[in-house]
């Protein structure tokens, strides 16, 4: 079993059954839609899909105060060993690397990837996504910032995720019409909406994803609250 809380936008965590808590695009301070009252008591390493502050806002902090290795696109992951993080793991699309029990192997994602820093962008490396191989061999997608595209449907055959964080909010990722046509390739069995209702111009809905993808693909939408927990 596997303890999962979205803590709004595109930061979410998971808990293994052994204690283990790994966070994906940790983003605290300035994100309107972190669960109030949310602690982080352990984390045990951090993943990061790309450079935005929104999905970086947070990291140097929390990898300092826990010790955590964080593990990221080559790239960023030696901005941030200059910026004073002791445990980088830095790879690249298609490598895997292992934290503790948990295995990440990264994937592509469509998005831009840049440090604002002084002002100015820096390069941050590409976009990616994380296939995640817990304990018990179950898979999930963790797709990071991205559209549709049609590597998604060798991805379901090569690592055949149960569970997929696919963004939907429009504007900066996809909207809910391309992600149904993600959900017909990738056929997980669930998939937990993310990077939406964050502002009002991110419009998308689990609801319409739902609905554009009932009766296509056997996939069922898992719509979470902040700050709440499930277990997978």
């Known amino acids: 079993m596997v303890n999962i809380t979205w803590l709004g936008h595109g930061t979410y965590q998971f808990q293994l059954a052994t204690g283990e808590v790994y966070v994906v695009d940790p983003w605290i301070e300035g994100n309107p839609t972190f669960p109030q009252g949310h602690v982080f008591s352990r984390i045990d390493g951090i993943l990061l899909t790309h450079a935005h502050f929104d999905h970086v806002g947070d990291v140097i902090r929390l990898a300092s105060q826990f010790s955590a290795p964080v593990a990221a696109i080559y790239e960023l992951a030696t901005w941030l060993g200059g910026k004073g993080v002791g445990h980088v793991v830095g790879f690249n699309k298609g490598g895997s690397v292992m934290l503790g029990p948990l295995k990440a192997t990264m994937t592509h994602a469509l998005h831009s990837s840049g440090i604002l820093e002084d002002g100015k962008f820096i390069y941050g490396g590409e976009a990616a996504g994380f296939m995640l191989t817990f304990p018990d061999g179950r898979v999930a997608y963790c797709a990071g910032d991205t559209t549709v595209f049609s590597d998604m449907a060798l991805y379901s055959e090569l690592y055949q995720p149960e569970l997929a964080f696919l963004p939907i909010g429009d504007l900066y990722t996809m909207a809910p019409k391309e992600a149904a046509f993600a ?14 209702g ?15 993808i009932e009766g296509k693909v056997d996939t069922a939408v898992w719509q979470l609250e902040p700050g709440k927990t499930v277990s997978w």
């Open 183 to 196: 959900c017909q390739m990738i056929k997980a069995k669930k998939v937990i909406p993310v990077h939406w």
């Open 198 to 212: 964050t502002f009002p111009a991110l419009t998308g809905t689990p609801e319409e994803l739902a609905r554009l």
